[in-house]
């Protein structure tokens, strides 16, 4: 699926669950879902249609549910013994996110007021470019492992 028309796209802050995210693993699809909704409390509060007074509690649920899933992740990729190299470029990938969204944290803790649309626009277009490249990616790695 090309990158550039992502649900993120047109009407942002919007981000649903969509089909078209499933990565075909069961335990990651769930995961994501739980993060797509994640994101949209964010994009909710972006939008005016929830309290700024939320933004703080929301980042930090999400920092914890993402290390929880990157946790996951990293843990599939050592049990299937996945190719050192798409692991060093999927936990930087992580490293990336989480850097972000501890700014995000951080700046939410201070004045939830100055955290800025354009670090709440990366984290959602990051998660959906994650999931479908990336993360789609490992799926595969995952598959072949077990065939061998």
Request: charged share 30%; hydrophobic share 45%; glycine share 4%.
């Amino acid at each position: 699926m090309p990158v550039e028309k992502l649900p993120t796209d047109g009407d942002w802050p919007s981000l649903r669950w969509d089909t078209r995210f499933a990565t075909g693993h069961p335990g990651i699809d769930t995961e994501h879902q739980r993060l797509v909704r994640l994101l949209e409390k964010l994009c909710e509060i972006e939008r005016g249609t929830a309290a700024i007074e939320r933004l703080p509690r929301v980042l930090v649920e999400l920092q914890r549910y993402t290390r929880y899933h990157f946790a996951h992740e990293a843990q599939l990729m050592a049990e299937h013994a996945i190719p050192a190299a798409h692991v060093q470029s999927h936990l930087a990938a992580h490293a990336l996110f989480i850097d972000h969204l501890a700014e995000a944290t951080r700046q939410s803790a201070r004045d939830a007021h100055a955290v800025s649309g354009d670090l709440l626009r990366f984290l959602g277009r990051w998660l959906v470019a994650h999931i479908l490249d990336t993360d789609r990616a490992l799926v595969r790695e995952l598959r072949h492992a077990r065939k061998r």
